[in-house]
């Protein structure tokens, strides 16, 4: 016969329970998720949360828990908290009962909790859920599911107005009931204050009480008899009877009567709102599973979001690789984040280093955090971490040594060790500590080693904590086991809880006793008992220890100067463009103060026509052309003014002084190393460089030492080449220094004078003859020059600021004072 199995009862049995779930302390989490639910069936749900073996319901949850985050941090936690249990009264209603006010009141918070939920859930889909696999679930569908009945919700919102109370408007008979007994005590009220004001000599106080439901006045014991009436009841003191005058008996009888109409009446209205209730009973109970389902997702959602948690890749090949790893128990700010990988290129990861240096925080980290992501749980650690879901975790950890049982450490370990090997199921991971202490250390280093092997055999990832030297041998010499280590501060004698892969650790026994105070006599008698390998052994160790901790410092200290180095070059990068934006401005500002000087030369010139025009009857022909040539001179050199900025034209491929982007056959460029300029005679060639004429030179440069000459340096080569034979361009090919050049430069260097005149040239004319001499000057050391543009219309005094400004090799310039030639004179200094 077959055993039928649900869905549920299949998923259960591939959940992961027992001892191992508080050995790694799996429960605590589970108390810290379960205080973050908001309603009752979430935290049931919370509370019976175990990790399970099966791979496809991890990962729709961790789908669902990422979701959750995700919808946290952008739009906060949903409204869950007006979700009220609704299954106990649902049970009473079912059973024919009649709900209190209160659970009605319970069912209108989660009928409008309902609601909320539904429109929360409703603006997340609208604003675009981060993207989700088809074959996973997208928790913005629940509002597919989630039903509201907005109609009983109103209804009873606007007729049950407390825990006790039902508003006149739950019905009319009800209001008129109510109306009716206001009317009659109103009537009753009236005929108490004409007793009252009959015999106020009588009453203990001028006032009309209540007794049983009855109106009723104060009358003093003296006086009982003096007014015809049923006495209700007496004061504690006996001095005062509460007396219904027989006058209001008739009128109390009926408020009576209608009191009792109006419960019934109530009692109608709460058994209709019941059987409302019971007939959406469906769409409650659908509702507190939708509830209690979100609840859930979003308690691990707002646990994963508190801890910084991400959902790790799953496996199902044993690959563990966890990233900054942190325990989620240890406080944040002083947890250390750990790497622990094993599963990929070896099974087995054997950990050392001395006792308190985090061992066993490394081996509960990685086997919690596996048990975290198979519920379904984010973990703390970086992005890109990768856990398998394993079909058995098993751990032995701690010392559960029993008196009564008879169980020493040794016999307790092998206990657990014993267990661990009979429930071994397909891909399992077991987690040892200090594997075989507790005996002969030889006899249990041999145990630990055979324990692992069977383990590995069985296909099990395997991480073991260790002091044994032959364990961290067989992990050096055994392929598919790895040596790992928790690193050790001896100078502070403080642990840095760093695990640190693919090396031994040293127990650090003689450090850590000679810094306590342990006698230096009893450490070396100590000594003598060991070997001469042993101590090399351990000596070594520490040696490699102290040369991995330099060899990590210097890679710290690497990658922050590279990331220092990124910095500045990106500052650097910035500042480069902030200046081309400044030159592109200078350049504009100057363009349209040219424009607007041409404009005014232009309308002076207009003027001096006009004038001419005039007094050209008066003239001989001598004086009309000198005038003219005036005229001529000044139009020629707004004209070149005007060229010269459209050169100097913002948006270029390469503005002038900057490197060369592609070399170009027959175009002009600068060759800073020779200070020569000239054109290149071919394309770039495969090995990088081009031939560059220069005069009667040829030069090879490489790309890289060529820049883009500046107006000065084209118009002065295009000047020298236009003067000389075609026939010496082709001159013999050059290899080495420019010695010649510089001689050539140096003489004429040497005949330089500190005063340059410019008067009567064009401004193309002056701009090429104070670039040579702006050269002269430096090489022949000139720190102070003079050069005398003339007023005139200022286009020359506006042609040399320009080059000055340009000019690096200028430290300042001012304009001529008295007696230097004023505003017709700018001084240059040179740096």
Request: net charge negative; with cysteine.
């Amino acid at each position: 016969m077959y055993e039928f199995m649900s869905f549920e009862d299949s998923l259960e049995r591939k959940k992961i329970r027992g001892r191992v779930l508080n050995t790694l302390e799996f429960n605590k989490i589970r108390e810290a998720v379960t205080a973050k639910a908001r309603t009752q069936y979430g935290r049931e749900l919370c509370a019976d949360m175990a990790p399970c073996c099966d791979v496809d319901y991890v990962t729709s949850e961790l789908s669902c828990a990422r979701q959750a985050m995700d919808h946290i941090l952008r739009f906060g936690m949903l409204p869950l908290g007006g979700m009220r249990d609704l299954r106990e009264p649902l049970v009473y209603a079912r059973a024919d009962g009649t709900l209190t006010c209160g659970q009605l009141l319970e069912v209108a918070s989660f009928l409008r909790a309902s609601g909320e939920i539904r429109k929360a859930l409703t603006k997340a889909r609208s604003a675009g859920s981060p993207v989700v696999d088809e074959t996973e679930p997208d928790i913005c569908s629940y509002i597919d599911k989630l039903e509201t009945c907005d109609k009983l919700l109103e209804k009873i919102e606007s007729s049950i107005l407390g825990q006790d109370e039902v508003s006149d408007k739950a019905s009319k008979e009800l209001s008129s009931i109510r109306r009716e007994r206001k009317n009659i005590a109103s009537g009753i009220r009236s005929l108490l204050d004409r007793v009252i004001s009959n015999h106020a000599d009588m009453l203990q106080e001028s006032i009309v009480t209540l007794r049983e439901g009855r109106y009723c006045i104060p009358v003093k014991a003296d006086f009982n008899g003096r007014i015809e009436g049923i006495v209700h009841g007496a004061s504690s003191s006996g001095q005062t009877l509460f007396i219904e005058p027989m006058s209001v008996v008739d009128a109390n009888n009926k408020i009576a009567e209608l009191t009792f109409a109006e419960q019934a009446e109530i009692q109608r209205i709460l058994k209709s709102f019941t059987n409302e209730v019971v007939s959406i009973g469906a769409l409650l109970e659908n509702n507190m599973a939708i509830a209690s389902r979100l609840d859930y997702i979003f308690a691990k959602g707002e646990y994963g979001v508190e801890n910084n948690s991400f959902c790790p890749v799953l496996n199902t090949e044993g690959r563990i690789a966890l990233k900054g790893a942190r325990h989620p128990l240890i406080p944040k700010d002083s947890v250390v984040p750990v790497d622990i990988s094993v599963g990929e290129g070896y099974d087995a990861l054997i950990v050392t280093g001395p006792n308190t240096g985090g061992k066993t925080v490394s081996l509960k980290t990685c086997g919690l955090l596996v048990l975290m992501t198979m519920a379904g749980l984010p973990v703390p650690a970086e992005s890109g971490s990768e856990v398998c879901v394993f079909d058995r975790v098993l751990a032995d950890i701690g010392d559960e040594q029993s008196i009564e049982e008879s169980l020493s450490t040794f016999s307790s370990h092998m206990s657990n060790i014993v267990f661990i090997l009979k429930n071994i199921r397909g891909k399992s991971l077991v987690l040892l500590d200090e594997l075989g202490s507790g005996t002969d250390p030889a006899e249990g280093a041999a145990l630990a080693i055979s324990i692992i092997e069977e383990l590995r055999k069985k296909n099990c990832i395997v991480m073991s904590t260790t002091h044994y030297r032959e364990l961290k041998g067989y992990a050096e010499t055994t392929e598919g086991v790895m040596n790992a280590s928790c690193e050790f501060d001896t100078e502070t004698l403080a642990p840095t809880y760093k695990l640190i892969t693919g090396r031994p650790g040293s127990s650090n026994a003689f450090v850590i006793s000679r810094k306590l105070g342990l006698a230096k006599h009893i450490l070396d008698n100590a000594r003598t008992m060991m070997s001469s390998d042993e101590l090399r052994y351990e000596e070594l160790l520490a040696k490699a220890e102290e040369e991995s901790k330099r060899a990590q410092t210097l890679a710290e200290e690497n990658d922050r100067l590279n990331v220092e180095l990124r910095a500045e070059k990106a500052r650097l990068e910035e500042e480069n463009a902030k200046l081309k934006q400044s030159k592109t401005k200078i350049l504009n500002d100057m363009r349209s103060e040219q424009k607007r000087l041409l404009q005014e030369q232009e309308k002076e010139l207009s003027d001096e026509l006009r004038e001419l025009r005039k007094r050209s009857k008066d003239m001989d022909r001598a004086e009309r052309e000198k005038e003219l040539d005036k005229i001529r001179r000044k139009l020629r050199a707004g004209i070149n003014d005007l060229e010269e900025e459209d050169d100097e034209a913002v948006g270029s491929v390469a503005l002038s002084g900057e490197p060369v982007k592609q070399v170009i056959k027959g175009e002009c460029y600068y060759v800073p190393s020779l200070d020569q300029t000239g054109i290149a005679e071919s394309d770039l060639s495969k090995s990088g460089t081009v031939n560059i004429i220069c005069g009667n030179m040829k030069i090879a440069v490489k790309k890289s030492q060529l820049m883009m000459p500046t107006k000065v340096q084209r118009d002065e080569f295009l000047r020298t080449k236009n003067g000389k034979a075609a026939s010496k361009a082709k001159g013999r090919q050059v290899t080495g220094s420019a010695e010649d050049l510089s001689k050539v430069r140096f003489n004429s260097a040497s005949t330089t004078t500190s005063e340059i005149m410019l008067i009567g040239m064009t401004t193309a004319e002056a701009e090429s003859r104070l670039a040579r001499y702006l050269e002269d000057c430096v090489l022949a050391g000139i720190k102070e020059a003079r050069i005398v543009h003339g007023k005139g219309t200022g286009a020359l005094r506006a042609c040399v600021q320009d080059m000055l400004i340009k000019d690096d090799r200028v430290d300042s310039f001012r304009a001529g004072e008295q007696g230097e030639g004023d505003a017709g004179v700018t001084i240059v200094k040179f740096r």
